[in-house]
């Protein structure tokens, strides 16, 4: 795979301006961000400081206030999943959008389904999506006619992510997730989100860990009560300065 | 190749085709109990009896199986089933409408009361249980107003009571309602099994939330689910009204849970995302078998309904059994 310096890229994905209110409540303050390809990029911040808002203005489910949204330089408007997911865009829910009684297949084409004529092209979608499992180097699952319900957290967050980068997908946004899972199953689902980047993918990881955002994270964006209050490359911060960026909003050795 | 991924199709696999083989082990039984106890159970005249009465509660009951697996229920389908039989009286015998006509108007007039079942729902937000209920109501209401109170006999179209009780095989009684019933059950199973419709279903009733998030249009869905089973309820109302020759507008309250009985019975979960035609059908002859064996070994009506409801019971505990294990 090319691997291009990031830094002379245009970004993929560019927010500008974003506001959003619930009722009286301002979630999100003229926020701006910008996402690589080829790069991860940890969105951080306290809880209610806006992020999973951010995601899901991102993701078409909250209509924004205000503001601006830029794919490759263009303008675009989203205003439901599908439209988000027609450019591009899938997002990874912390509560795992699974259906338990549904197969690994049948969840992973869940609202996507191939079909020949009226019926559904099993062998079609079975085969595809061994073959997405397989380009993601995923060999914790034996059989991808499994329930979900039948597997572990970190298999489950894996049918997760290969469900959204099923699709040509440019962009993946994954809200905490390693949240719930042990120590081996964290690495894991790190890797995976390293190798989505490195396969050129665009990657946002919210995320509340610091080893995870070390781990594996080209930039990290803090998010302080609605604002957007640094984005800067991970090799420039430390653990404690990212941490007070969380809890204040500003830190000593990086005032931009 | 097609029967392994036919059963790996069906979700939760292990639970739902234990509790398949157990309905199935109990019919057996339930078959040779009767057999036993009265000389006119193992006859073909009684054997045809139950499939013509298990026509009727299975066409109900194919429709509810999709219901039930997307996590709704329909109480409306006994009444409703009424109505659509007095609709077709009024079609052929009031408006003069031809017998094929007849039977169309009245089979979407119950996929139209299966809409507006779906769109109270997804749209107005009111739940199943109330939604139908409401509409259960109704439809017993107007299938009195309607008629007048009074059966409507098919008088210009004899011919009608043929969809029915037309013998199929000539020489042995069997008759074209249940014919039509077998090709019902195959439909609804293709369906269920390789449809956008019936994955939806399983999707649905599994997590309603993750399939809105995946893209699916969850309210249009649950329209066409709750329109599919009105269509099975006017199915069945038209065939009832043509083995009798008459749309009687009283009754149907009860056949609704008798439905949701074999539906039960045949392991789908009342929690929904999981089940199968194959079980509800199982369900629906147990139904059947049951009510018959009990009328024929002369069990006064009242015990009738006490074994049925034990019946349902059982099948209900042992789906939470199931659950519980899981």
Redesign the interface.
């Known amino acids: 795979m090319s691997w291009k310096d990031p830094l002379m890229q245009a970004p993929f994905l560019e927010l500008r301006g974003i506001n959003k209110s619930f009722g009286a409540v301002q979630v999100l303050r003229d926020v701006a961000m910008s996402v690589r390809a080829g790069e991860v990029t940890a969105l951080v911040g306290d809880n209610g400081a806006g992020k999973s808002t951010l995601v899901k203005c991102v993701g078409g489910i909250h209509p924004m206030d205000s503001g601006e949204m830029f794919i490759n330089g263009s303008e675009v408007h989203v205003h439901s999943p599908r439209e988000a997911a027609q450019l591009g865009i899938e997002i990874v829910y912390q509560d795992l959008a699974l259906c338990d009684n549904l197969d690994i297949v049948q969840n992973m084409f869940l609202g996507r389904e191939r079909t020949s004529g009226w019926v559904l092209n099993e062998p079609e979608m079975e085969q595809l999506a061994r073959k997405t499992l397989d380009s993601l180097a995923v060999r914790t699952v034996s059989t991808v006619r499994q329930p979900v319900s039948s597997l572990s957290g970190g298999q489950r967050q894996t049918v997760a992510i290969a469900k959204a980068v099923l699709w040509n997908s440019k962009l993946v946004i994954l809200d905490e997730p390693t949240a719930a899972l042990g120590v081996a199953q964290t690495a894991q689902v790190l890797e995976l989100v390293r190798a989505l980047a490195d396969n050129g993918l665009a990657v946002v990881l919210i995320s509340h860990n610091m080893n995870d955002v070390f781990a594996v994270s080209d930039r990290i964006a803090a998010l302080y009560l609605g604002q957007m209050v640094a984005q800067v490359k991970t090799t420039d911060v430390t653990h404690a300065q990212v941490v007070e960026l969380i809890t204040s909003g500003k830190s000593e050795g990086q005032q931009a | 190749m097609t029967t392994i991924?036919l059963k790996?199709?069906i979700?939760?696999?292990i639970s739902g085709s234990l509790q398949q083989l157990f309905a199935f082990g109990s019919l057996i039984v339930i078959l040779v109990f009767f057999s036993f106890a009265s000389p006119y159970f193992f006859t073909t005249s009684n054997l045809v009896g139950i499939l013509m009465a298990a026509t009727v509660t299975g066409i109900l009951a194919l429709g509810t199986t999709f219901v039930i697996i997307a996590g709704g229920i329909d109480l409306s389908i006994g009444t409703g089933m009424i109505l659509c039989g007095v609709m077709t009286g009024v079609f052929q015998t009031y408006w003069g409408w031809p017998v094929w006509a007849g039977v169309l108007g009245a089979v979407l007039f119950g996929g139209l009361i299966g809409f507006v079942n779906g769109f109270n729902i997804s749209v107005l937000g009111i739940p199943p249980f109330i939604a139908t209920l409401g509409m259960m109501l109704v439809a017993s209401g107007l299938s009195l107003v309607i008629s007048g109170t009074k059966p409507i006999y098919f008088k210009e179209h004899p011919e009608f009571q043929l969809l029915m009780n037309y013998s199929v095989i000539p020489g042995m009684r069997f008759p074209l309602g249940v014919l039509i019933f077998l090709i019902l059950i195959v439909v609804a199973a293709v369906i269920l099994a390789?449809?956008?419709l019936g994955?939806y279903a399983?999707?649905i009733?599994?997590?309603e939330?993750?399939?809105e998030?995946?893209?699916?249009n969850v309210a249009k869905w649950k329209i066409i689910i709750y329109s599919m089973a009105g269509l099975f309820v006017g199915i069945a109302g038209v065939l009832a009204a043509s083995r009798l020759s008459s749309a009687q507008p009283v009754g149907g309250m009860g056949l609704e849970l008798e439905a949701i009985a074999a539906v039960v019975i045949g392991g789908t979960s009342l929690q929904g995302?999981?089940g199968s035609i194959v079980g509800t059908m199982i369900g629906a002859l147990i139904v059947a078998v049951l009510t018959n064996g009990l009328r024929v070994t002369a069990v006064p009506q009242e015990w009738q309904s006490v074994v049925v409801g034990c019946v349902i019971l059982v099948a209900v505990y042992m789906d939470i059994l199931r659950r519980k294990r899981?």
């Open positions: 991924s790996n199709r979700p939760a696999k390789k449809t956008i994955r399983y999707s009733g599994s997590n939330a993750a399939t998030l995946s893209g699916v995302g999981k899981a």
